[in-house]
């Protein structure tokens, strides 16, 4: 089954694991893998689509996707959010705390 | 640029009795070194008969025969004074060798005059011998020489080094242990390695806001790249309070979770590691603070209210050996010398120590018995040589397991008896002659200092031009095995909110 991105209506990008044969129109039916609810990161919605788009395209869409791979998660942000310039490390370091969280209170 | 070295551009200095905080260097005026060597053991070739042709054998292997010991010849001109050089030399107490080359600098100022120093450890005269005394006729008429041969534990280098920040983007919090956690080796049975190449540094997430687990940053070639992971058996919140390599794992305790967290450190170098977290052992409350190891099956825990525990497996747990008998007062540092002696510095004032690694006592006297200040960090630098650095600007010394302390005053706002504001924060000797010590200002900044006597004397680094990375303060120190020249050190950043890791070399 492979892992596709898919946008919601509100064109917000998704990891959406879906059956081989499922056509594009109904990604929509898969099984949503990531990224949790960003919006703690409190960014203008423009520029949390273009990160959560970011994400999803890298596959840095949960915990264990990211971890080792910080150094890859903040090239992401800085590409996704070039303006963001120097801040990008601490956003990264805060999408990190959203994933841990939401990772292991599941765990629990 | 580098320069070949000559001759005329050495100077000699020795250390009688060996280098330590109350040995001071003499320069040698009239002396010169001789060639020093190292032979490094035979290589001698094993045999089998070759399966392809009769007559014939094949190298299948070699052997290595026993590394001698170094050798040197020191060359003094003969004075009619009293010779100091026979005295030292008849004596037959071991010295430390420092051969100083500079071109463009003052021979006799010891910190500053040198570019590079040949540095001969734990020299013992094996013969002392004078030129001829007489002459027969005026073309023999020459100055007499003294002659000291001598045969020395090991010679190494010391360089001026540079210092830069590494794993800026992996490091994301403070760092409050960086250990090396690697052994020189040749690839027979593991990664070939100078020893200085696997490094593992642990960070305190929790003052960060949200919250994230607890970190190791990681390097398997001495930080030229970073890889990065966190401890899973942390919770959110809970921060790695010191770490140490031990056999095949790297062993991190946390005063949080009260309890060991460890993993192999191969398998964290390959991103493929499994967490194991243990508390056998540990007491309610007497949480752990810091951790020291003699060896691969030897480690002790200092923790709060006095309590020290004991390990030969940290993977199984821990035993009580001090249940606050010694002090009630809480642990901040431990330092093992080796499995023997073990010293451990506490609040107010309190110096504790073991000379056979298991019964524990207060020094006689405290270093400052006057302020009663917390030891923040202690060092074993030899059985009977211990430093402690408290967190009022005075960093003392004993040379008698505690008996009396003398304050080994340094550059960088120190205060001389103490009371001031000057926290001392970690202490690693690389060699017998070369260390390093961290301190932070109020302000706070952090500093560097390096000593290459032993501790007689330290001054701030770098040695050249420039400074070192800005930090609010250095938590850990790390050196590698037989390298003088290397530091690795891990605290909070500038910013007061991200990590730092500055690599010195």
């Not at chain 2, 006799?108 to 590079?116: D, E, I, V």
């Not at chain 2, 960070?203 to 001495?222: L, M, N, Q, T, Y």
């Not at chain 2, 504001?421 to 010590?437: H, I, P, Q, R, S």
């Amino acid at each position: 089954m492979p892992d596709v991105l898919w946008k919601d209506r509100e064109g917000f990008a998704w990891l959406v694991r879906v059956k081989s044969d499922t056509l594009p129109q109904n990604y929509g039916t898969g099984i949503v893998l990531g990224p949790p609810d960003l919006d703690d990161l409190d960014l203008p919605e423009a520029e949390l689509k273009s990160l959560q788009e970011a994400l999803v395209v890298a596959r840095l869409t949960n915990a264990e996707m990211i971890k080792g791979s910080f150094s890859k998660l903040t090239n992401t942000v800085k590409n996704a959010l070039p303006r963001r310039g120097a801040s990008a490390k601490l956003l990264a370091h805060q999408i990190k705390a959203i994933y841990q969280q939401d990772y292991y209170q599941e765990e629990k | 640029m580098t320069t070949t070295l000559r001759t005329p551009y050495s100077r000699v200095w020795i250390i009688q009795h060996r280098a330590g905080p109350s040995h001071q260097p003499v320069f040698q005026a009239t002396a010169k070194a001789g060639a020093p060597e190292h032979s490094l053991g035979d290589v001698t070739p094993v045999y089998e008969p070759s399966k392809d042709q009769f007559g014939k054998f094949e190298e299948v292997g070699v052997t290595r025969g026993a590394e001698d010991r170094p050798t040197m010849q020191l060359m003094f001109r003969y004075k009619d004074a009293r010779s100091a050089i026979e005295k030292m030399a008849k004596a037959g107490c071991p010295f430390d060798i420092q051969v100083h080359f500079g071109a463009c600098k003052e021979p006799t100022n010891y910190a500053k005059g040198w570019n590079k120093i040949i540095a001969f450890e734990n020299a013992y005269p094996t013969n002392y011998a004078l030129g001829d005394l007489g002459a027969f006729e005026q073309s023999e008429d020459a100055a007499i020489d003294e002659t000291v041969d001598v045969s020395g534990q090991w010679f190494y280098e010391i360089i001026p080094m540079a210092y830069a920040q590494r794993a800026q983007t992996e490091v994301a919090q403070e760092i409050t242990a960086i250990v090396v956690g690697d052994n020189i080796s040749c690839g027979e049975c593991d990664r070939p390695s100078d020893g200085c190449q696997a490094v593992f540094a642990v960070s305190a997430p929790s003052p960060s806001s949200p919250g994230v687990k607890a970190e190791v940053i990681f390097s398997d070639d001495s930080f030229v790249t970073a890889g990065d992971t966190w401890v899973s058996t942390l919770n959110i919140g809970e921060d790695a309070s010191d770490a140490v390599p031990m056999g095949d794992n790297l062993i991190i305790i946390s005063n949080d979770s009260n309890s060991i967290h460890w993993a192999d450190m191969e398998d964290i170098l390959n991103g493929m590691e499994t967490w194991a977290e243990v508390s056998t052992g540990f007491v309610a409350l007497k949480v752990p603070n810091c951790i020291t190891k003699a060896s691969a099956a030897d480690a002790w825990i200092g923790a709060d209210d006095g309590y020290i525990y004991y390990t030969a497996d940290p993977t199984q747990g821990v035993e009580v050996q001090d249940a606050g008998n010694a002090t009630t007062e809480d642990i901040n540092d431990i330092h093992a010398y080796n499995t023997q002696v073990v010293i451990a510095g506490a609040d107010a004032g309190i110096v504790l120590y073991t000379l056979d690694g298991q019964a524990w006592a207060q020094t006689v006297t405290s270093p400052d018995p006057v302020n009663l200040p917390n030891i923040m960090m202690v060092c074993a630098k030899d059985e009977k040589t211990w430093f402690a650095g408290t967190n009022d600007g005075a960093l003392w010394y004993t040379t008698n397991q505690g008996v009396t302390w003398t304050q080994k005053r340094i550059p960088g706002g120190d205060d001389e008896g103490g009371g001031g504001t000057l926290v001392f924060d970690d202490m690693k000797f690389a060699t017998n002659m070369v260390g390093y010590l961290a301190v932070h200002t109020a302000v706070p900044a952090g500093k560097l200092l390096r000593t290459i006597d032993g501790g007689y004397s330290w001054y701030l680094v770098p040695e050249g031009a420039g400074s070192i990375p800005a930090n609010d303060y250095i938590n850990s120190l790390d050196v590698c095995a037989k390298e003088a020249n290397v530091v690795f050190a891990g605290g909070l950043a500038d910013s007061a909110a991200d990590g730092i890791i500055i690599k010195g070399s």
